[in-house]
């Protein structure tokens, strides 16, 4: 699950800017953050390094991804998971 909040950060400057979250939920309901990812592109390539991060850090096997129409993710899952 990935979801998107719009945040104030303080670098060199205040800006906002969009925080993703990866939010894994297992078979017993659990629910756990599995990585967050600041500003990044909206485009199947961009959320491929998301996908391929998630898949290094250990999440393998994955039955459903629910979106909420970022463009590009459902593309980029498909092809990171395609037995989901």
Do not use: C
């Amino acid at each position: 699950y990935l979801d998107g909040l719009y945040v104030k950060l303080k670098r060199s400057t205040v800006s906002g800017e969009v925080i993703y979250f990866a939010m894994g939920i297992d078979e017993e309901g659990r629910r756990q953050i599995l990585g967050f990812y600041i500003g990044g592109q909206e485009s199947s390539n961009g959320w491929k390094d998301v996908l391929k991060d998630l898949y290094n850090r250990g999440v393998h096997e994955v039955l459903l991804g629910v979106f909420d129409g970022l463009p590009g993710l459902d593309e980029a899952f498909k092809e990171a998971y395609p037995q989901a």
